[in-house]
């Protein structure tokens, strides 16, 4: 099994609904990201947490919220979707010991937003 | 601030030969990691390659090698011997540890491998 899932990996929603992207691990770190792929811009980062009560804000994390409901769960909520939050989401973790500089990514979530 | 450029959108090489992809960066922290990462069309994040800032040697993976020049902020992956399965897009990634250990992503450059 994947050690870093997300859950669903492809979903169409429409403007306006929420929606809420999820993802588990089972490498037992504390610390996991949300990130966002867009053409030409890379990946940037949404949200992180570096334990169950650590939230912080990444680049760009307007009209974001996390939960972080155990060290294993993460979940991304667009509380109200917009097309321009059509792209590709990707989870990832991170251990707080050397090397923890290294960050495992999910499959990713392909977002549309109609 | 914390930036990554790659400037090339997009790069083609033949099967069995050598090609170079650039990266430049900018940070004010001392300590960071390099990094390479490969999305090939199934959409994982792969991780290819990493340098440790303080290291002065390239690191070498396999067929895959950095050009690390820390005054220059620059970072290039050289692929050797290129082979189909090499197809991607590969970003480059700067991790500065007082940032966090948060990764600072490049715009990516889509490798095309000719046969």
């Known amino acids: 099994d994947a050690d870093v899932t997300q859950t669903p990996r492809n979903r169409i929603t429409k403007t306006g609904k929420r929606i809420m992207l999820e993802c588990s691990q089972t490498?037992?770190?504390?610390?996991m990201y949300w990130y966002r792929q867009d053409p030409g811009l890379g990946l940037r980062l949404i949200y992180y947490s570096f334990d169950v009560k650590d939230i912080n804000k990444g680049e760009i994390s307007d009209g974001y919220s996390v939960s972080r409901q155990a060290q294993a769960k993460f979940s991304l909520s667009l509380e109200s979707a917009i097309p321009n939050q059509t792209a590709l989401y990707f989870c990832a973790t991170s251990d707080n010991n050397y090397p923890f500089y290294e960050q495992y990514f999910g499959p990713g979530t392909r977002l549309t937003v109609t | 601030a914390q930036t990554v450029t790659q400037s090339q959108p997009e790069m083609s090489v033949q099967e069995a030969e050598t090609v170079t992809l650039s990266c430049t960066y900018d940070?004010?922290?001392?300590?960071?990691?390099l990094f390479w990462y490969k999305q090939p069309p199934s959409r994982q994040m792969i991780l290819v390659i990493r340098q440790e800032a303080y290291k002065q040697q390239n690191a070498t993976e396999n067929r895959f090698s950095v050009n690390f020049q820390k005054a220059a902020k620059s970072f290039s992956l050289k692929i050797s011997d290129s082979q189909l399965g090499d197809a991607a897009m590969y970003f480059c990634a700067l991790c500065p540890l007082e940032y966090g250990n948060k990764l600072v992503f490049g715009a990516g450059t889509i490798l095309r491998v000719k046969s």
């Open positions: 940070t004010s922290e001392s300590d960071y990691y």
């Open positions: 490498k037992g770190h504390d610390r």
